[in-house]
T-cell receptor, first 108, second 115 residues
Framework: RKEVEQDPGPFNVPEGATVAFNCTYS??????FFWYRQDCRKEPKLLMS???SGNEDGRFTAQLNRASQYISLLIRDSKLSDSATYLC?????????FGAGTRLTVKP | SAVISQKPSRDICQRGTSLTIQCQVD?????MFWYRQQPGQSLTLIAT?????????ESGFVIDKFPISRPNLTFSTLTVSNLSPEDSSIYLC????????????FGSGTRLTVV
C-alpha cells in the first residue's frame, strides 16, 4: 500500500464548478498535513495546511479525518487559473511524503 | 518564508558524465532536502543534507551515485554521477519553512535530460 494515495484524476471541470479531491495516508502517527499545488514545469508550492478542525482559505476548504486517515480539498467556483496538479502531502517527523497528485483542468 | 535559488534550471548531459546542482538559501536552515520527480510522477526523497555530517539517504539511493555536500547552513549541492538515461528527471531541493505549519519551500527545480 502506498504511503499517500490520491484520486487518480484527471479532473476536467467547467469554470464555476465545485471539485473535491480525496487523499488517504497509511501512517496513523503522521503529524502534519498539507495540500500543495504544482503548475506544469514548476516546483510545488504550498496551497494550505490541513487541520483537524478543518480550515478554509477563500474558495478552498481542507479537511482532515484522523480516525479514517483521510484528507480532502474542496475548491468552489473553479477558475481557469486553478488548473494544476494538486499534491497531498503528509509529514512524519521531518519526512514529507507526497501523493502522486491529481491533475485538475478547468475549462471555459 | 525562505527563498531558494537553484541552479542550473536545466541541462542536457551525456551518458557517463555527472551533473552538480546547487541550492542557495537566503537564510540559515538546519536541514535541506533533495527530491527527484520523474516524468508524470510525484516527488521522491533522495536524501536529507545535514550541515556538519554526512547526508542521510533514503532506501534506493546511495552516496556514490548521489553525493551531497552541505558546507554551511545556507548552501548544498547534489551531484548525479555516472549519468544514464534513467536519471532524466527533475531534481528539487527544499527546506523546512516557517510558513504554513512547517511545510516545505522548494527550489525551482533542475530539469535533467541524459542523452
Amino acid at each position: 500500500r502506498k504511503e499517500v494515495e490520491q484520486d487518480p484524476g484527471p479532473f476536467n471541470v467547467p469554470e464555476g464548478a465545485t471539485v473535491a479531491f480525496n487523499c488517504t495516508y497509511s501512517n496513523s502517527a503522521s503529524q502534519s498535513f498539507f495540500w500543495y499545488r504544482q503548475d506544469c514545469r514548476k516546483e510545488p508550492k504550498l496551497l494550505m495546511s490541513v487541520y483537524s478542525s478543518g480550515n478554509e482559505d477563500g474558495r478552498f476548504t481542507a479537511q482532515l479525518n484522523r480516525a479514517s486517515q483521510y484528507i480532502s480539498l474542496l475548491i468552489r467556483d473553479s477558475k481557469l487559473s486553478d488548473s494544476a496538479t494538486y499534491l497531498c502531502v503528509v509529514k512524519d517527523n521531518n519526512d514529507m511524503r507526497f501523493g502522486a497528485g491529481t491533475r485538475l483542468t478547468v475549462k471555459p | 518564508s525562505a527563498v531558494i535559488s537553484q541552479k542550473p534550471s536545466r541541462d542536457i548531459c551525456q551518458r557517463g558524465t555527472s551533473l552538480t546542482i546547487q541550492c542557495q538559501v537566503d537564510s540559515q536552515v538546519t536541514m535541506m532536502f533533495w527530491y527527484r520527480q520523474q516524468p508524470g510522477q510525484s516527488l521522491t526523497l533522495i536524501a536529507t543534507a545535514n550541515q556538519g555530517s554526512e547526508a542521510t539517504y533514503e532506501s534506493g539511493f546511495v552516496i556514490d551515485k548521489f553525493p551531497i555536500s552541505r558546507p554551511n547552513l545556507t548552501f548544498s549541492t547534489l551531484t548525479v554521477s555516472n549519468l544514464s538515461p534513467e536519471d532524466s528527471s527533475i531534481y528539487l531541493c527544499s527546506v523546512s519553512s516557517w510558513v504554513g505549519d512547517y511545510g516545505y519551500t522548494f527550489g525551482s527545480g533542475t530539469r535533467l535530460t541524459v542523452v
